[in-house]
């Protein structure tokens, strides 16, 4: 008894403060929006995105907010929403004084704050007004809301009042009303929805977001049937039709981003948007910049397409998976059962990103294989290794055993890495190893200098994901988010500098203001001597190992880069630069598993970015060769045997090669030793270089 007296209490005390002759009423009466301004409303402004150049690239809500009249909006989504959100909407003046009840016992006695009791009048106050409500404490906002719900059924009647809350709910992914709602989602106006269909527009309503089908169907299903029950339970289903609808499987409509030219990258923008403005960003009437160039976003997209459907015709060898048609259905997860591929370009000097594309068909899948994607880079990941090394100042002609190796692990199996040079090479440089991506040569190189240099490296690089300090990580077996990869490869070319990838450089409001800008800020990851080595290694791999398919493509513009290619050929990588473009291409299923019985980033990938540089040239300069900083020592080396080149070595062999200062080599070659007369009048002649 006494707590049903405490029940009715509370609940006279809220109607009396709506009333508005109350202390409470009078203390907010000032914060509360005038109801008037409900007359006067217009929808908020979309936030629109530009290339660099100014183009506009995608507006952020297009049709997000359609307004149509009530006796558009068939029977089953009105009565529904009632039903569900305020079964006695039709019988009360805006505020439900049995569900204030209903509400308060039932918080009081499971001793919690869940259940509440906003009819559609307050929902609508608070969707039209969510920043001028009170913020200060949730009870004055309460009330502010139960005063405008009853000026609101002053102003307007019953059918006003209805047709304005289903013009202006939110139900997720940035879409307003039950129009723009099912048009998002369904494909279909709102007059074509099926009983599942608005009833699971009605379920978005407790949690867009939460239940939002694009991100959570199997929690969006479950809501759905719910609300069927609800529905059958009001008598605005029958029990046939309610059960019916329960079996009809969850059919969406590719996103509203499918049809634009930079699908993945709005995506991510609106991600990012929200994040850093909140959940309205899309419609604040932003101007967000970005350095997307449309010419390198087409040529991005056309190059990874046309490479995936090739390995699909079999121009590659027998492809044994499924390939996707004209009815292809949508995966709402990183699940494709299809060959996928993402190819993302930055500008190595600031990281902005010129081109992404994260898969093969956004209608397909959303998810985002560029930046949302953690996978394995196999031999991609060897510069890293690499640049560790000659940080330490082991010089490029150091030679390293390429024989087949066994690491020994306290507690753990042997591990023998596979590779796929000949067992019989005895030994490699540096720059061979890493040009050829001898395994064997790289696990010792890491066992020489210690993986947690490798690890420090990589961290320096800007790679963020785990990677744990066993010897296998310098194979590439650490995964890694394929954008952080690429931006790693931009200090190779770039003089030694970390540069962090981004989509957008500038955020302005509607009035022009500039609300947030992307800092220009550069810090040295490793030395720039150390970099231009690592620099020129790369070049090699692309002129005469494992990277030539970029020439055989026709590719011929400076260029550098590596291959990678994980375990039974379950990832294809190419990650390469120009003097002022930074790519990275690979290729893969979304669930590992072989994509063919030889392939490998070399035969797979390069042949993709190679594409791509060729388009992104077409109509722009060619880049200037990249230049060694003056700081490095060269030395006319015979390869064999890292030593200073006598005249006797054969010219074809000798190499111009890099060292850092104090590193390089004074001895000559023992091959092809010079006579003692050579010998003299050599020095004789350095000697005089040396003076003048």
């Given at each position: 008894?006494a707590t049903r007296f405490l029940v009715s209490a509370l609940a006279a005390v809220v109607v009396a403060s709506a009333a508005g002759?109350?202390?409470?009423?009078?203390?907010?009466?000032?914060?509360?929006?005038?109801?008037?301004?409900?007359?006067?409303?217009?929808?908020?402004?979309?936030?629109?995105?530009?290339?660099?150049?100014?183009?506009?690239?995608?507006?952020?809500?297009?049709?997000?907010?359609?307004?149509?009249?009530?006796?558009?909006?068939?029977?089953?989504?009105?009565?529904?929403?009632?039903?569900?959100?305020?079964?006695?909407?039709?019988?009360?003046?805006?505020?439900?004084?049995?569900?204030?009840?209903?509400?308060?016992?039932?918080?009081?006695?499971?001793?919690?704050?869940?259940?509440?009791?906003?009819?559609?009048?307050?929902?609508?106050?608070?969707?039209?007004?969510?920043?001028?409500?009170?913020?200060?404490?949730?009870?004055?906002?309460?009330?502010?809301?139960?005063?405008?719900?009853?000026?609101?059924?002053?102003?307007?009647?019953?059918?006003?009042?209805?047709?304005?809350?289903?013009?202006?709910?939110?139900?997720?992914?940035?879409?307003?009303?039950?129009?723009?709602?099912?048009?998002?989602?369904?494909?279909?106006?709102?007059?074509?929805?099926?009983?599942?269909?608005?009833?699971?527009?009605?379920?978005?309503?407790?949690?867009?977001?939460?239940?939002?089908?694009?991100?959570?169907?199997?929690?969006?299903?479950?809501?759905?049937?719910?609300?069927?029950?609800?529905?059958?339970?009001?008598?605005?289903?029958?029990?046939?039709?309610?059960?019916?609808?329960?079996?009809?499987?969850?059919?969406?409509?590719?996103?509203?981003?499918?049809?634009?030219?930079?699908?993945?990258?709005?995506?991510?923008?609106?991600?990012?948007?929200?994040?850093?403005?909140?959940?309205?960003?899309?419609?604040?009437?932003?101007?967000?910049?970005?350095?997307?160039?449309?010419?390198?976003?087409?040529?991005?997209?056309?190059?990874?397409?046309?490479?995936?459907?090739?390995?699909?015709?079999?121009?590659?060898?027998?492809?044994?998976?499924?390939?996707?048609?004209?009815?292809?259905?949508?995966?709402?997860?990183?699940?494709?059962?299809?060959?996928?591929?993402?190819?993302?370009?930055?500008?190595?000097?600031?990281?902005?990103?010129?081109?992404?594309?994260?898969?093969?068909?956004?209608?397909?899948?959303?998810?985002?294989?560029?930046?949302?994607?953690?996978?394995?880079?196999?031999?991609?990941?060897?510069?890293?290794?690499?640049?560790?090394?000659?940080?330490?100042?082991?010089?490029?002609?150091?030679?390293?055993?390429?024989?087949?190796?066994?690491?020994?692990?306290?507690?753990?199996?042997?591990?023998?890495?596979?590779?796929?040079?000949?067992?019989?090479?005895?030994?490699?440089?540096?720059?061979?190893?890493?040009?050829?991506?001898?395994?064997?040569?790289?696990?010792?190189?890491?066992?020489?200098?210690?993986?947690?240099?490798?690890?420090?490296?990589?961290?320096?690089?800007?790679?963020?994901?785990?990677?744990?300090?066993?010897?296998?990580?310098?194979?590439?077996?650490?995964?890694?988010?394929?954008?952080?990869?690429?931006?790693?490869?931009?200090?190779?070319?770039?003089?030694?500098?970390?540069?962090?990838?981004?989509?957008?450089?500038?955020?302005?409001?509607?009035?022009?203001?500039?609300?947030?800008?992307?800092?220009?800020?550069?810090?040295?990851?490793?030395?720039?001597?150390?970099?231009?080595?690592?620099?020129?290694?790369?070049?090699?791999?692309?002129?005469?190992?494992?990277?030539?398919?970029?020439?055989?493509?026709?590719?011929?513009?400076?260029?550098?880069?590596?291959?990678?290619?994980?375990?039974?050929?379950?990832?294809?990588?190419?990650v390469g630069m120009t003097p002022d473009l930074v790519a990275g291409v690979w290729i893969g299923f979304d669930r590992p598993q072989?994509?063919?019985?030889?392939?490998?980033?070399?035969?797979?990938?390069?042949?993709?970015?190679?594409?791509?540089?060729?388009?992104?040239?077409?109509?722009?300069?060619?880049?200037?060769?990249?230049?060694?900083?003056?700081?490095?020592?060269?030395?006319?080396?015979?390869?064999?045997?890292?030593?200073?080149?006598?005249?006797?070595?054969?010219?074809?062999?000798?190499?111009?090669?890099?060292?850092?200062?104090?590193?390089?080599?004074?001895?000559?070659?023992?091959?092809?030793?010079?006579?003692?007369?050579?010998?003299?009048?050599?020095?004789?002649?350095?000697?005089?270089?040396?003076?003048?």
């Amino acid at each position: 008894m006494a707590t049903r007296f405490l029940v009715s209490a509370l609940a006279a005390v809220v109607v009396a403060s709506a009333a508005g002759g109350g202390l409470v009423t009078a203390t907010v009466h000032s914060d509360c929006p005038p109801v008037s301004a409900l007359k006067a409303y217009r929808p908020p402004q979309a936030s629109r995105v530009f290339t660099e150049d100014g183009q506009l690239l995608a507006d952020l809500s297009p049709q997000r907010r359609i307004v149509v009249g009530l006796d558009r909006i068939p029977a089953i989504v009105r009565d529904g929403f009632v039903a569900v959100e305020d079964r006695r909407f039709w019988k009360h003046d805006g505020v439900d004084l049995r569900g204030v009840a209903r509400a308060l016992w039932r918080d009081l006695t499971s001793l919690s704050l869940k259940e509440g009791f906003s009819t559609i009048p307050m929902q609508l106050a608070r969707n039209v007004f969510p920043e001028q409500l009170p913020r200060s404490e949730k009870f004055t906002r309460k009330i502010c809301e139960i005063r405008l719900a009853r000026q609101i059924e002053d102003e307007f009647t019953k059918r006003e009042i209805l047709e304005l809350y289903l013009n202006q709910i939110y139900l997720g992914g940035g879409l307003y009303g039950v129009e723009a709602a099912a048009q998002g989602y369904f494909g279909k106006e709102i007059s074509r929805v099926t009983p599942a269909e608005a009833a699971l527009l009605i379920a978005l309503v407790r949690s867009p977001e939460g239940y939002n089908p694009r991100k959570n169907p199997l929690l969006a299903i479950e809501r759905r049937n719910i609300v069927l029950d609800v529905l059958k339970r009001e008598g605005v289903l029958t029990e046939a039709e309610a059960e019916r609808a329960k079996t009809e499987p969850l059919r969406l409509a590719p996103p509203l981003e499918a049809a634009g030219r930079a699908p993945y990258a709005i995506a991510a923008i609106r991600r990012e948007l929200r994040e850093r403005f909140g959940p309205d960003a899309d419609i604040r009437g932003l101007r967000v910049y970005t350095g997307l160039d449309p010419a390198l976003q087409r040529a991005a997209q056309e190059a990874l397409v046309k490479q995936i459907e090739r390995i699909e015709s079999g121009a590659y060898g027998r492809y044994r998976h499924p390939v996707p048609g004209n009815g292809a259905a949508p995966a709402d997860s990183a699940a494709s059962p299809y060959l996928q591929g993402m190819l993302v370009a930055i500008d190595p000097h600031d990281g902005r990103i010129r081109a992404l594309v994260g898969g093969r068909d956004f209608a397909l899948s959303q998810f985002d294989r560029a930046l949302q994607a953690r996978r394995q880079p196999g031999s991609a990941f060897k510069p890293i290794v690499y640049a560790a090394a000659l940080q330490q100042r082991i010089p490029p002609t150091t030679r390293i055993d390429a024989a087949p190796v066994s690491i020994d692990n306290a507690g753990s199996p042997v591990w023998q890495p596979a590779d796929h040079l000949a067992d019989s090479l005895s030994s490699l440089t540096l720059r061979d190893a890493l040009a050829l991506s001898s395994n064997n040569a790289t696990v010792r190189l890491g066992q020489w200098i210690g993986v947690e240099r490798v690890i420090d490296m990589a961290r320096a690089l800007g790679l963020t994901t785990e990677i744990q300090p066993y010897p296998s990580i310098v194979l590439g077996s650490a995964e890694v988010i394929p954008a952080e990869l690429v931006a790693a490869y931009a200090a190779f070319a770039n003089g030694g500098y970390r540069v962090e990838p981004h989509l957008i450089t500038r955020v302005e409001d509607a009035h022009g203001n500039v609300l947030w800008q992307a800092p220009v800020e550069r810090r040295r990851a490793l030395d720039e001597n150390v970099a231009f080595l690592v620099l020129s290694m790369l070049e090699d791999v692309v002129e005469r190992g494992t990277g030539t398919a970029v020439r055989n493509a026709g590719f011929w513009l400076p260029a550098a880069g590596k291959t990678g290619t994980t375990n039974q050929s379950k990832d294809a990588w190419f990650v390469g630069m120009t003097p002022d473009l930074v790519a990275g291409v690979w290729i893969g299923f979304d669930r590992p598993q072989r994509i063919l019985p030889n392939g490998s980033g070399g035969s797979l990938a390069a042949p993709a970015w190679a594409e791509f540089m060729k388009a992104a040239y077409r109509n722009r300069p060619a880049p200037a060769a990249w230049v060694p900083p003056p700081g490095l020592v060269t030395v006319p080396v015979d390869p064999a045997t890292g030593s200073r080149a006598t005249h006797r070595c054969p010219v074809e062999d000798v190499r111009i090669e890099y060292f850092l200062p104090g590193t390089e080599p004074h001895e000559y070659c023992p091959l092809h030793p010079e006579s003692g007369a050579e010998r003299f009048f050599r020095r004789l002649w350095d000697g005089i270089r040396g003076i003048f």
